[in-house]
């Protein structure tokens, strides 16, 4: 797999670091998704080969969808943070207060190696070893990093590493996918997984539930044709998150940008933005505090729901307005 001549070199530096670690800490992102977990698993697996004892801590509680991941009980809401942890790995995150609970993690800085493990464009370059490479997701990444570092591939890790390349990439189908998108995953393939089983574990398992939270958007969805924008809202306690509401609504023809908003049953107001076309997403995002790529990114604000859209849209809209 093809990487850049600073990122071999910056991967290489990790050797020390690893041979320096006998307990690691491995976080990620907040709301973590199947990137960001199944990378984590995998990491935690390939810790694992050179006698290093791992803790996996995402501070939100998994969504169910991730829950068939190999592995995934090793994930914990908590740590003890008693343990003289040797190095903290920060994966799938594009700045250290990406994090949920990022605070119980400063006594560390300047005192033990902190890696900062990611594909997004917007990453702050935090940490005390920066891995950071515009790719499709950091599953792919890690396929690199594991050529380089000469970690093996098991079945169970080629199985984390693929449903974190196959959510990040959309099945294949976004942008950011790759002629060397396509050998990380020949290369996590000939491992013995089954790319069909696995599709259907991640994509075609939907409980019927989560068919009704995709009705309720599909009937609030508003459609703006002159922007060429579409948008649909979920108020707390419509149901679970099974169904990936905002890849179905990418699915409208006449739609180069589209927005979902739901608010969480503590108030709290998600906001997942797509873009099909030219329009650069991650901008608006940046200026409710969010992040992500150009054309896939996320904002994570306090309620009311329509409070949260009220604003949202209407940066939106200037933004497309100014094309």
Same mark, same amino acid.
């Given at each position: 797999?093809?990487?850049?001549?600073?990122?071999?070199?910056?991967?290489?530096?990790?050797?020390?670091?690893?041979?320096?670690?006998?307990?690691?800490?491995?976080?990620?992102?907040?709301?973590?998704?199947?990137?960001?977990?199944?990378?984590?698993?995998?990491?935690?697996?390939?810790?694992?080969?050179?006698?290093?004892?791992?803790?996996?801590?995402?501070?939100?509680?998994?969504?169910?969808?991730?829950?068939?991941?190999?592995?995934?009980?090793?994930?914990?809401?908590?740590?003890?943070?008693?343990?003289?942890?040797?190095?903290?790995?920060?994966?799938?995150?594009?700045?250290? +207060? @990406?994090?949920?609970? %990022?605070?119980? !993690?400063?006594?560390?800085? $300047?005192?033990?190696? &902190?890696?900062?493990? *990611?594909?997004?464009?917007?990453?702050?370059?935090?940490?005390?070893?920066?891995?950071?490479?515009?790719?499709?997701?950091?599953?792919?990444?890690?396929?690199?990093?594991?050529?380089?570092?000469?970690?093996?591939?098991?079945?169970?890790?080629?199985?984390?590493?693929?449903?974190?390349?196959?959510?990040?990439?959309?099945?294949?189908?976004?942008?950011?996918?790759?002629?060397?998108?396509?050998?990380?995953?020949?290369?996590?393939?000939?491992?013995?997984?089954?790319?069909?089983?696995?599709?259907?574990?991640?994509?075609?398992?939907?409980?019927?539930?989560?068919?009704?939270?995709?009705?309720?958007?599909?009937?609030?969805?508003?459609?703006?044709? +002159? @922007?060429?924008?579409? %948008?649909?809202? !979920?108020?707390?306690?419509? $149901?679970?998150?099974? &169904?990936?509401?905002? *890849?179905?609504?990418?699915?409208?023809?006449?739609?180069?940008?589209?927005?979902?908003?739901?608010?969480?049953?503590?108030?709290?107001?998600?906001?997942?933005?797509?873009?099909?076309?030219?329009?650069?997403?991650?901008?608006?995002?940046?200026?409710?505090?969010?992040?992500?790529?150009?054309?896939?990114?996320?904002?994570?604000?306090?309620?009311?729901?329509?409070?949260?859209?009220?604003?949202?849209?209407?940066?939106?809209?200037?933004?497309?307005?100014?094309?």
């Amino acid at each position: 797999m093809r990487l850049s001549d600073k990122t071999r070199k910056a991967v290489e530096a990790l050797l020390p670091v690893i041979a320096g670690t006998r307990r690691a800490l491995i976080t990620v992102h907040r709301d973590p998704d199947t990137d960001a977990i199944g990378s984590a698993l995998a990491w935690a697996g390939f810790l694992s080969q050179r006698g290093i004892e791992s803790t996996i801590w995402a501070a939100d509680p998994l969504e169910p969808y991730l829950r068939w991941l190999p592995g995934v009980p090793r994930v914990q809401t908590d740590f003890d943070s008693s343990v003289d942890y040797d190095s903290i790995w920060f994966l799938d995150c594009a700045s250290m +207060e @990406r994090v949920r609970q %990022y605070e119980r !993690l400063l006594p560390w800085v $300047g005192k033990r190696p &902190i890696i900062n493990i *990611d594909h997004h464009e917007d990453n702050s370059r935090f940490g005390d070893h920066i891995v950071v490479e515009t790719i499709s997701s950091v599953g792919e990444f890690l396929v690199g990093i594991a050529e380089i570092l000469n970690f093996q591939i098991t079945p169970e890790i080629a199985t984390c590493l693929y449903a974190a390349i196959s959510f990040d990439t959309g099945r294949f189908l976004y942008s950011n996918t790759t002629a060397h998108t396509f050998d990380a995953a020949a290369t996590l393939v000939r491992t013995g997984i089954s790319p069909g089983e696995l599709g259907t574990q991640m994509f075609e398992s939907v409980p019927a539930a989560g068919f009704a939270v995709l009705n309720l958007a599909l009937s609030r969805m508003v459609i703006e044709p +002159e @922007r060429r924008l579409a %948008y649909t809202s !979920l108020p707390k306690g419509t $149901g679970p998150e099974s &169904i990936k509401v905002v *890849d179905f609504v990418r699915q409208l023809e006449g739609a180069d940008v589209v927005v979902v908003f739901r608010e969480q049953d503590d108030g709290i107001v998600r906001v997942n933005l797509r873009s099909k076309g030219d329009v650069v997403v991650n901008t608006v995002a940046h200026y409710f505090g969010g992040g992500g790529h150009a054309k896939a990114a996320g904002i994570t604000l306090p309620g009311p729901l329509d409070t949260v859209m009220v604003s949202v849209l209407a940066r939106l809209r200037e933004t497309l307005d100014a094309r």
